[in-house]
């Protein structure tokens, strides 16, 4: 079983689930916090002919939130060299996933819609992604010939309804359409009364060949999508749009735009470069904490065949600590390790963060924790939740910031009377 993602939607959790028997996606759904679940089906296909898309156009998550919406999607998982992709389903739910309804989205002749981000404005639901030209660009050569093809491919779109059932209008969209090069929208943020578009255009890119590399852009609308400015101050170039999700951090919105981070201020139109400490990974995690210091993970490639996971301390923005993660029980058999750490956040007044290792070629998952704010910092392996002689592995977890807790679903790995099942953890101590 394999976890796409999980939100909180008012007082409940929601993920998104599929297995081999039942790869169009299942539903589960705790209402106390990850202690129970029930399960619930998506009206998503099982299987769609086609191509996926380009890594540098990469999508983020297949379930995100929207307000009180929820949206679930199906790509195809076939790749080609050109980039090329056929097909999407797209369902929506207005009740914790209970009920899901298909998407018909609109669009132009010659184009497939394709959808990667959501948001809430004004009780509507507003959809972003593509439209994306029809064909097969595998038949359009090499070289430039190819790049030409699929610069062209691509236009920002989206989508506006009131409720599942009604369905979806496109909104017109003069900034995206038709303008050279490949547009698309990745993620949608409602901040400071106004709706802000993050995505990727390739008009600033030189053809490296055969396949796109757009730089991250961003635009904003302030009626509800109807228009929108580009937004200035984001570093160029700045290639291949990974979908990093932007997070509202002290009343200013950042954004990771993979070198650099970078903050919108509310009443402002163009994004300011932060500051960072040195010896700082730039796509490190943080959490704040109470005495108005700072928790921090992130993980370093330390060449192409080893990571190393790490966790800091900040102080008025300066790494006071670093630690490089243990996992004395890895039998690791690579040559130089894989270990990783992911988000950090408060497991009651204490910092926690899960983490994993490469056990004899799985990932296996611990708990990485501090008891002294992030100086020092200790790992503890979860295998002892699984069933007898079993390994988990990390699928998606969330912190509930008001509970204290870290709510986490793994997977069974090795386990032959239990393997594809998922274990759900609530850990609420450190202990």
Do not use: K, M
């Given at each position: 079983m394999t976890v796409h993602n999980m939100v909180q939607v008012e007082d409940s959790l929601v993920a998104l689930a599929s297995t081999d028997d039942q790869p169009a996606g299942l539903i589960l759904r705790s209402d106390d916090g990850g202690l129970s679940w029930s399960q619930f089906e998506t009206p998503l296909p099982e299987a769609i002919d086609g191509f996926d898309v380009?890594?540098?156009l990469r999508p983020g998550p297949d379930l995100v939130l929207a307000g009180s919406w929820l949206v679930s999607f199906r790509s195809t998982s076939v790749v080609d060299e050109f980039g090329s992709v056929g097909q999407q389903a797209v369902a929506v739910s207005d009740d914790l996933g209970t009920t899901w309804q298909l998407a018909d989205l609109p669009a132009p002749a010659g184009t497939e819609?394709?959808?990667?981000?959501?948001?809430?404005?004004?009780?509507?639901?507003?959809?972003?992604?593509?439209?994306?030209?029809?064909?097969?660009?595998a038949q359009a050569g090499y070289e430039e010939e190819a790049f030409n093809a699929l610069i062209e491919a691509y236009d920002a779109a989206l989508w506006v309804g009131s409720d599942p059932v009604s369905g979806f209008?496109?909104?017109?969209?003069?900034?995206?359409?038709?303008?050279?090069g490949a547009q698309l929208i990745g993620e949608l943020i409602a901040f400071d009364g106004r709706l802000i578009a993050i995505g990727a255009d390739s008009a600033f890119a030189a053809p490296p060949c055969c396949y796109l590399n757009p730089s991250t852009v961003a635009w904003d609308s302030r009626d509800g999508g109807a228009s929108w400015s580009p937004t200035a101050g984001l570093p160029q170039p700045n290639p291949g749009y990974q979908g990093e999700a932007a997070m509202v951090i002290d009343g200013k919105l950042v954004l990771r735009t993979g070198t650099e981070r970078v903050a919108l201020a509310p009443g402002s139109s163009s994004w300011t470069i932060q500051p960072q400490p040195e010896e700082y990974w730039p796509d490190a995690d943080q959490i704040a904490l109470p005495d108005g210091s700072a928790a921090s993970t992130w993980s370093e490639d330390a060449a192409c065949d080893c990571s190393v996971?790490?966790?800091?301390?900040l102080e008025d923005n300066v790494l006071v600590a670093r630690t490089?993660?243990?996992?004395?029980?890895?039998?690791?058999?690579?040559v130089r390790g894989w270990t990783k750490a992911y988000a950090p956040g408060l497991?009651?007044?204490?910092?926690?963060?899960?983490?994993s290792c490469d056990d004899h070629g799985v990932d296996v998952a611990s708990l990485a924790y501090s008891l002294d704010g992030g100086t020092s910092w200790e790992t503890t392996r979860l295998n002892r939740f699984a069933p007898e002689g079993s390994d988990l592995t990390i699928e998606s977890f969330l912190f509930l910031p008001e509970d204290g807790v870290l709510v986490a679903l793994l997977s069974v790995l090795s386990s032959s009377s239990e393997k594809g099942s998922l274990v759900s953890l609530r850990i609420s101590s450190t202990a």
């Open positions: 380009n890594p540098a819609p394709f959808v990667w981000t959501a948001a809430e404005v004004d009780d509507r639901l507003i959809l972003g992604g593509v439209v994306r030209a029809s064909g097969d660009f209008d496109r909104l017109a969209a003069p900034q995206f359409d038709g303008l050279p996971a790490y966790a800091g301390r490089a993660l243990r996992f004395d029980d890895c039998q690791d058999e690579s497991i009651g007044d204490r910092v926690g963060a899960l983490a």
